[in-house]
Nanobody, 119 residues
Framework: QVQLVESGGGLVQAGGSLRLSCAVS????????MGWFRQAPGKEREFVAR????????YYADSVRGRFTISRSITKNTVYLQMNSLKSEDTAVYFC????????????WGQGTQVTVSS
């Protein structure tokens, strides 16, 4: 069974950077896509970025394109989210997710890691 554990969240000033990590266990043979989502208090969970496990193709939400970079290490079974030029609007709990069916149902989720950006 796929398990995801996020790390790297914390408090950062606006304009700063953070790198989130998502460790994948339980095997990666069935992975189709990995993604990052975020949820701010009182808001719906929103898509941030995704990456195809096999070929590394990436896609970003308009709000983070040019500032965030998603990547993965196949050998380390880890997905990363490099966040630069952070804004207060980026404050949220960030979740790692896995899609092993190729249908964007995202059945596997991590526990989340808090990112707080101070102004």
């Amino acid at each position: 069974q796929v398990q995801l554990v996020e790390s790297g969240g914390g408090l950062v000033q606006a304009g700063g950077s953070l790198r989130l990590s998502c460790a994948v266990s339980g095997g990666t043979f069935s992975l189709y896509r990995m993604g990052w989502f975020r949820q701010a208090p009182g808001k719906e969970r929103e898509f941030v970025a995704r990456i195809s496990w096999s070929n590394g193709f990436t896609y970003y939400a308009d709000s983070v394109r040019g500032r965030f970079t998603i990547s993965r290490s196949i050998t380390k079974n880890t997905v990363y989210l490099q966040m630069n030029s952070l804004k207060s609007e980026d404050t949220a709990v960030y979740f790692c997710a896995a899609d092993n069916a190729g249908d964007s149902s995202w059945p596997h989720w991590g526990q989340g890691t808090q990112v707080t950006v101070s102004s």
